[in-house]
């Protein structure tokens, strides 16, 4: 009796176990987010763990439309940038949350060359090439490949780009997975495979505001911290110069951490007047790594709400949303003007392809790309 006592108490424990392992799983859920007025259908799938964090994202874009995090007092707040119609993304492309691709950033003139052969890209920033043209992968609608849940909830988009698209050679297949664990981390991984050499910088370009989307003082308020002890000055057409240029003495000092509003309107610095703001690469010290590191680090303290930003690549774009002029309704129909949030892109250094003491940004069928970067949220007392 008491060893069938003993087995049925192990059963029991056993059984307690796996309900307990199955509240805490990741959930992820497929919906359709609505129509766009060609008659696309937009789809979504929502993420969510244990803690409150979800996060929303939609195939038109592969758009991470919505992140949803508590406070230190639980309370919880969208901190994404976006619109809540689907059809606005369409009307009014603005990158918040899309992945973008081919190349992240800016490529001067739209020009490159590759094995001797110069290519012309889509011009969609006054001369320059900027987030992959005129209808870059953040204006098309992705497939949706997989939706699973589990220890992580996951989400892959897929599409293909084919050879000449916006000017790039090569037929691109690209994915992008998202993925949400308990412990809130929201990981992004962009894939992509090409049949002929090309050049391929992908990464997610969410504008985020820890105090809540909308909320009166933007992210002036907010610390962020950049392990970059260099970053990439750039010219009146924001393409960096060539030079890496010591951070030390600058307003672009954010080693040690420091509140955002300290220098964003120096208009003493030239580079700060060049870009209206913070629109800058960031030279990661650790470079380029197998594994991602922490990229940059950004904190509200009156909500206690913080972001990290790991990452593969060796350098993080910093924008403090300069071009936000107040004409754009976005969520809730607030309306976002200049540093009502931030962007922190992982990526390659802007116009690496032309310059070449940057690396590389080639890609070849026999070499894949790939890059991992991960949000991590969490609270700070």
């Known amino acids: 009796m008491r060893g069938v006592m003993r087995g049925g108490a192990m059963a029991l424990a056993i059984a307690m176990l796996l309900a307990g392992t199955s509240a805490q799983a990741a959930e992820a859920k497929r919906e359709t987010a609505g129509k766009l007025a060609d008659g696309t259908i937009v789809e979504a799938v929502t993420l969510s763990n244990a803690r409150g964090i979800s996060a929303r994202i939609i195939s038109f874009g592969a758009t991470l439309q919505q992140l949803m995090m508590p406070d230190r007092a639980g309370k919880l707040a969208d901190v994404e940038l976006g619109y809540d119609d689907i059809q606005r993304y369409a009307d009014h492309p603005n990158y918040w949350g899309a992945s973008v691709g081919r190349y992240a950033n800016r490529i001067a003139g739209g020009r490159f060359t590759l094995d001797g052969k110069s290519y012309q890209l889509a011009q969609n920033d006054k001369a320059n090439s900027l987030h992959g043209g005129t209808k870059g992968f953040d204006k098309l609608n992705w497939r949706v490949v997989a939706v699973k849940s589990g220890a992580k909830a996951s989400v892959t988009f897929a599409l293909t780009s084919p050879a000449g698209d916006q000017g790039y050679p090569g037929t691109l297949k690209v994915t992008a997975t998202y993925m ?182 080639r890609v070849d069928p026999a070499h894949p790309y790939h890059h991992r970067m991960i949000f991590r949220l969490s609270t700070i007392g």
Not at 297 to 303: T, Y
Not at 319 to 336: A, E, P, R, V
Request: net charge negative; proline share 7%.
């Open 180 to 361: 949400l664990d308990d412990a809130g981390d929201l990981t992004i991984d962009y894939d992509a495979t090409t049949d002929a050499p090309t050049i391929v910088n992908l990464t997610n370009h969410a504008i985020f505001n820890l105090a809540g989307e909308g909320a009166p003082g933007g992210i002036n308020g907010h610390r962020l911290t950049i392990p970059a002890s260099r970053y990439t000055p750039v010219n009146a057409a924001l393409i960096p110069t060539g030079e890496l240029k010591p951070v030390a003495g600058t307003v672009f000092d954010f080693t040690r951490g420091k509140i955002i509003e300290d220098g964003l309107r120096d208009g003493r610095d030239a580079q700060i007047v060049a870009g209206r703001g913070f629109d800058h690469n960031f030279v990661l010290d650790a470079g380029a790594t197998k594994e991602p590191k922490l990229a940059a680090r950004l904190e509200d303290p009156a909500s206690g709400r913080a972001l990290e930003v790991w990452s593969d690549q060796p350098g993080v774009q910093v924008y403090t949303g300069n071009f936000l002029d107040g004409t754009l309704i976005g969520k809730s129909g607030h309306l976002y003007r200049m540093g009502d949030g931030i962007a922190l892109e992982p990526q390659k250094f802007p116009d690496t392809p032309n310059q070449q003491a940057f690396g590389s940004a």
